[in-house]
C-alpha cells in the first residue's frame, strides 16, 4: 500500500502521528524557504508542509498541478486555521516524498468553476471526472444504486440477470442489432428493457424480481437523453395495483432517507391522468407549486366529465377565443405589475416555434381591486373580475390566457406555467413532492396508419372492469374522424407513472397474463398471427403454462440520481456519457471497424 | 396482494389461522371424497386439503399441474406429518378457492428429476426455471453477487457503471460489434471488459472500483462458454500486489462464509505459474489432492532452476523414453491392483485426439513390495522402484508415466491426473481449496508471427525487477529457434490469478501506469504509434496527467456461482444461457432483420 491514510480522515487528535499520504497535487505555494502542497485523493484535501530542508529537493524535482505524490511525515497542528475542509485543523510535515508520477498541464482546471467547456471536458473526461462537482455525482449514484438494492433485497426480491443479446422486436424505439458471426445473416439486438424476461421470471415463479440493468434505444438524441441507459427493473407476482403503489414509494422513501437524509412520510398523492392533464396540461406535473389551469373553453370529448365555462369568454366577439379549440388561463402570483416590456417579452415566448402560439392575452389583477388587461376592448371590469376568479387569481397577480387547438393549447399552458415557475423560484431544488399518476389510456390514435398503438408498451392490462370492452369490440376504426367514439379510446390502462418534481422517475403497470387477451392486444396493434408468433411466440407460449397474475415498474436511474443531485441533466450523473450524436469522444467511438470483421460477419457497408 | 401468506412459512404454531396462498398446482391427489393439492410458489410447498363440500367445484373445475391456484382456509395439524418439508406439519383446510390460470400439460414434468432433455428444457427455459435445482442454482447466484457487493461497499469500494456502447479494438478476442445508424459506415463494439475504464477511473482518482458486469466475447463457443458472461469487475489505485490478494481473498472468503457457511480460515496458499507447471502440469492446478508430478525428464530451458532425473530412466536403451524431449510420472494411491483391461483403457484414454498420446507406461507397486511394470523388459526391480520412489509411490499404488514433446505431455498428464482424482472420488463438492498462482511469464511466444503477444493483456505491468530488461531490450526474436533465449521470455507479469478447486475464478494483474513502459509495450506486441493512437490513445492521453500505481482483478462470476454450487456448467447457473451455438432456442434468436433495419443502419447481407 502507498499509503497509511487517506487524505480526507486527518483530524486535530491524530497530532504527532507519523502518517504516509498519497495523491494528486491540487496547489504548490511557496513562501521563502517552506512549501505548502494541497494535496488530493477522493477523500479530500490535506495540506503538506515541505520545510526548509527538503526545499533544494523540491528545486531540482519541481511540483505542478496533478502530480502523483507520495509523501510521509507528522500530523501537525495548523496554526492558520482552514474551517471549510474537515482536515483545515492539520497539516503533515513531511519528513520524506516521492514523486509517483508527472502530470502534463492539464487542458483545464481541476477544481469546482472549471475553465473547461464542454467538449474540452468530454474529451479529457478522465480528468472531469477528478473534479469534485462530477466526483458528489457518481457517490449520489453509487447511494442510490446501493439504497435501492438494499431496499429491494429485504422486500424479498431477488436480483436475476437477463440477457444482452437478444431478439429484434421493433416495437415502438429502434434496437440496435449485433451480427452474429456463427449465425451469418442473423443478428441479435440489445435489449431496450428486459420487459419479457422480466415477464418470463414471473411464470416461473420468482415472484420479486430486480435488477439494475442497461438498456439501449437507437432513437435521435434529443437533449439529455443517452442510447445505453440504467433502470432499476422490478417486477412482482400476485399483486395488484396497490401493491406495487406502496412497495416502490416505500423504495423512493427510502432513497430519500439514505441519500438526502429526508423523511419523507407525507402520503404519496395520487392522481388519474385525466385530471393531470385538466390541472396541470401534462401527465408530470410538478405539485411544488400551484398555478393551476383554469379550464375557460374545451372540447366536450376530451374532458366529458368537465363543466364547460365558455359563458365567461363568449358573447363579446373576441373571435381569438370565439374561434378557438381551447382557452386556458393560469393565474401567475405577484405578476400584477410586470411592465409592458415583461408582459411583451412573455408574449413572444409563446410564439417561439417550440411553443408556438399565436400570442398571450394578459389580465392584471391590481392590488386596488381594478383589472386592465390586453383584451379591455372587448371585456369590462366584471367580465375580466370573473374569468380572474375562475383561474384563482388575488389581487396582485397576473393571469395569462391561451387559445388555439386543444393538444398544442394544453401544451403551451403548461410548459408557460412551468417556465414561470423557474422564473419565480417556485422550483426549489431541496424540496422533494412524489405523485403517481393513474389511469393513463390504454391505446393511442396514430393518425398516419388510422389505428391504435400502445401508449405504455403492448403487455399492459387494461383496468380490469374494460377488460371486457377490449375483448367484446373489433378494434378496426371505420370513421377516421371520429376515433374519439370509437369504445378502444376509452379504456384506460392499469398502468401507473410515479412523478418527482414535474420528472417522470419511473413507470409501470400491472401486465397481460391471458394468452387470449395478450393476442387480442397484438391484434388490435396490428400483429397478424404470424408476426405474433416470430416476435411474441416464446412469451404467447409461457402463458400456456400458468402464468400468475402480475405486474412491475421501471425507474429511470440515471434521471432519478440527476433529481436527487440537484440537476435536470443526465449526462452529469453518468461517468462516459456520450454526446448529442451519440458518439463517445473520449475514445472517438463508435468508428470504422477493419475488413476482417466485416469478412468474418459477412456484412458489408451499403452507404448513400 | 393476491395471498397473505407464501407456501414456504406455515408452521404448527400457525394452526387455527385463516390464510390465503397463491401458488401452482404440483400434484392432485383424490382420496374418495377429499383431495389434496401439493401448491408450490418460490418458498416452498404446502398441502391444501379440498373437503366434501368443495368436492363438486372441482369436478367441475377439475385442477391440473401447473394450474395457477388461489386458496383461503384454515391451517390445521397434518394427521401424517411429511419430515421431509418444512411445512411438513400442517394442511391447509380450504375453504374457497379460484383457479387464476390454466396451464397446459408441460412438456416435461417439474421436478427435481425431470424426464426433460436439454434442447426441450432449454425450449421452454421458463418451466425449467420452475424446477427447484434450477432455482437452488439462482438463489446461490443472488447471494454471491449480494455477497461480493456487501464486502466491496464495507471496503470502500464503490460501484461506477462504465459503457457498453465502445470502441472496436480487436486484441485477443473477436468483439461484438454493433452499427451506429446516427454514424453511417462506423461501429460500437460491446465490451469484452471494463479493462480501460476501469483504469482510467483510477487515473480519475476513484482508487476504489468495482462492478458486477455484463461482458462479451465473440468466440467459438467450447463447452461452457457463453458469449456474454459476468464479471466481478475491481480495481484499486494506490497498491502493490500483496495488498490486492489481502484484499480479494477476503471477499472470496466472505462468500465462502455468507453463501456456503464455511469458515475458510486457512491462509490461502501461493505458487509461483513454474512450480505450478512443474508439480501439477497446469496453471490452476487443484490442490485437494496430492498426485504430484514427478519430473524424471525435460528440456532444461524450461525449468532452468530444477534438477534432471534422467539417470533414472536412461541407459537401457528404451527408447521411447530416450527420445522423448519429457517424462512425468504420477502416483495413483491404491491403484496397483488395476486389472490388464483397466491398464488398458487408461492407455486407451491417453491416446484419445483430446490427449493425443502414443501411449502410457505404468509400474505396480505391490503391496509386499515387489514392483512389476508394462516395461519390465527394460527396468529391473531396482530400477522401478528408484522411479516409484522419485514419484513419491507407497506400496499398493499404480505409477503412470507419460513421454513425449514438452507441451503436450506436461498437458497429458495434468489432464491424466484430474481423470484418475475424479474417478478416485478425490474432486469433492463439498471441499474448497484456494490457490494463488503468481508471477507469469508477462509474454507468450506468437510462432505463427515470430512475435510476442501478451500473456494476460496489454495493460500488465512486468515485475518491478524485470521492467529494466523489457525498456532496455529491442523486442524483436532475430532467431525464431531461440526464441526462449530472448531476454523477453524471462519477464514475468506482476501478475495474479485465484484458483478454486482447479478452476481458474479470478485473475488479474498490477498495470503499467507510465506513459514510456505502455508505449513500449505496445510496440513489443507489433502495433506501430499510429495504431496504438487510434485504437488507445485515450488511454496513453491519461497517462500524461498523474496516473497512480494501480492493479485489478475481474472474477468470472459465472463459474463462481457454479463451482460454490457444486457444478462445473455454468450454464445451469444463467437464467436465460445460450447454447453451443449462441443461440437462444426459447427466444430463437439471433434472427433475420427487416429491411427498414438495413437501409437505415446503411450496411447489407455479404453471405458467402
Not at 510535515?93 to 468553476?113: E, G, H, M, Y
Not at 433502470?231 to 432513497?255: P, R, S
Not at 411544488?288 to 373553453?297: S, V
Not at 435536470?568 to 451519440?582: M, Q, T, V
Amino acid at each position: 500500500m502507498f499509503r497509511t491514510r487517506t487524505c480526507g480522515e486527518l483530524r486535530i487528535s491524530n497530532v504527532n502521528e507519523e502518517v504516509t499520504l498519497a495523491g494528486w497535487v491540487q496547489t504548490v505555494r511557496k513562501f521563502g524557504a517552506i512549501t505548502f502542497v494541497d494535496l488530493r485523493d477522493r477523500y479530500g484535501i490535506t495540506q503538506l508542509l515541505f520545510g526548509e530542508e527538503l526545499n533544494a529537493l523540491l528545486d531540482s524535482n519541481p511540483l505542478g498541478r496533478e502530480f502523483v505524490l507520495q509523501a510521509t511525515g507528522k500530523v501537525s497542528e495548523r496554526s492558520n486555521k482552514n474551517a471549510n475542509i474537515p482536515t483545515g485543523d492539520i497539516e503533515i510535515n513531511i519528513s520524506t516524498f516521492k514523486i509517483l508520477n508527472r502530470s502534463a498541464v492539464p487542458p483545464f482546471t481541476i477544481q469546482d468553476d472549471t475553465d473547461g467547456g464542454d467538449d474540452l471536458r468530454m474529451k479529457y473526461r478522465f480528468l472531469d471526472l477528478r473534479r469534485n462537482a462530477v466526483k458528489k455525482n457518481l457517490e449520489i449514484r453509487y447511494a442510490v444504486n446501493r439504497a435501492a438494492r438494499n431496499y429491494l433485497h429485504d422486500q424479498g426480491f431477488m436480483d436475476i440477470e437477463t440477457p444482452f443479446l437478444i431478439k429484434s422486436t421493433p416495437e415502438g424505439a429502434r434496437d440496435f442489432v449485433v451480427p452474429s458471426r456463427m449465425n451469418p445473416g442473423q443478428f441479435y439486438a440489445l435489449p431496450q428493457s428486459p420487459q419479457t424476461f422480466k415477464q418470463l421470471l414471473m411464470v416461473s415463479g420468482y415472484d420479486r424480481y430486480y435488477q439494475v440493468v442497461k438498456c439501449f434505444r437507437d432513437e435521435d438524441l434529443r437533449a439529455d437523453r443517452q442510447p445505453e441507459f440504467t433502470q432499476i427493473d422490478c417486477e412482482m407476482a400476485f399483486v395488484e395495483q396497490e401493491d406495487i403503489l406502496e412497495m416502490f414509494e416505500g423504495m423512493v422513501k427510502y432513497i430519500f432517507k439514505e441519500v438526502k437524509g429526508v423523511d419523507y412520510i407525507d402520503q404519496v398523492e395520487r392522481m388519474t391522468w385525466e385530471e393531470a392533464m385538466w390541472t396541470y396540461g401534462n401527465d408530470k406535473p410538478d405539485i411544488r407549486f400551484d398555478m393551476k389551469l383554469a379550464n375557460l373553453k374545451f372540447p366536450a370529448h376530451s374532458f366529458p366529465a368537465k363543466e364547460n365555462k365558455e359563458s365567461l369568454i363568449g358573447g363579446v366577439n373576441f373571435k381569438v377565443f370565439d374561434e378557438a379549440e381551447t382557452v386556458i388561463a393560469i393565474a401567475v402570483p405577484g405578476a400584477a405589475e410586470y411592465s409592458r416590456k415583461q408582459t411583451d417579452e412573455l408574449t413572444e415566448w409563446v410564439k417561439r416555434p417550440q411553443v408556438g402560439m399565436k400570442g398571450l392575452v394578459f389580465i392584471k389583477c391590481n392590488a386596488d381591486g381594478t383589472y386592465k388587461s390586453s383584451v379591455d376592448k372587448f371585456y369590462g371590469e366584471e367580465k375580466l373580475k370573473a374569468i380572474a376568479d375562475h383561474a384563482n387569481a388575488k389581487p396582485g397577480d397576473l393571469v395569462l390566457i391561451l387559445a388555439g387547438a386543444e393538444e398544442r393549447t394544453r401544451k403551451a399552458i403548461s410548459d408557460l406555467r412551468m417556465e414561470l415557475a423557474e422564473r419565480l423560484g417556485l422550483r426549489k431544488k431541496d424540496e422533494f413532492r412524489l405523485l403517481w399518476v393513474l389511469d393513463f389510456p390504454l391505446f393511442e390514435y396514430d393518425e398516419a396508419g388510422n389505428r391504435w398503438v400502445a401508449r405504455h408498451h403492448p403487455f399492459t392490462s387494461p383496468k380490469p372492469a374494460h377488460i371486457d370492452t377490449m375483448i367484446i369490440n373489433n378494434p378496426v376504426i371505420d370513421n377516421a374522424a371520429e376515433y374519439l367514439r370509437h369504445p378502444y379510446a376509452g379504456i384506460k390502462a392499469n398502468a401507473y407513472d410515479m412523478v418527482l418534481n414535474g420528472n417522470e422517475i419511473g413507470g409501470g403497470s400491472i401486465r397481460i397474463y391471458q394468452r387470449e387477451l395478450q393476442e387480442k392486444m397484438f391484434a388490435a396493434l396490428g400483429m397478424d398471427e404470424e408476426e405474433q408468433k416470430h416476435k411474441f411466440g416464446f412469451l404467447l407460449g409461457a402463458f400456456e403454462y400458468g402464468a400468475p397474475p402480475h405486474g412491475g415498474i421501471a425507474f429511470g436511474f440515471d434521471r432519478l440520481c440527476a433529481i436527487l443531485g440537484g440537476s435536470e441533466s443526465i449526462r452529469d450523473f453518468i461517468a462516459f456519457p456520450k454526446n448529442n450524436s451519440g458518439r463517445d469522444v473520449m475514445l472517438d467511438a463508435p468508428s470504422a471497424i477493419d475488413d476482417k470483421q466485416f469478412q468474418e460477419l459477412q456484412i458489408k457497408l451499403d452507404l448513400k
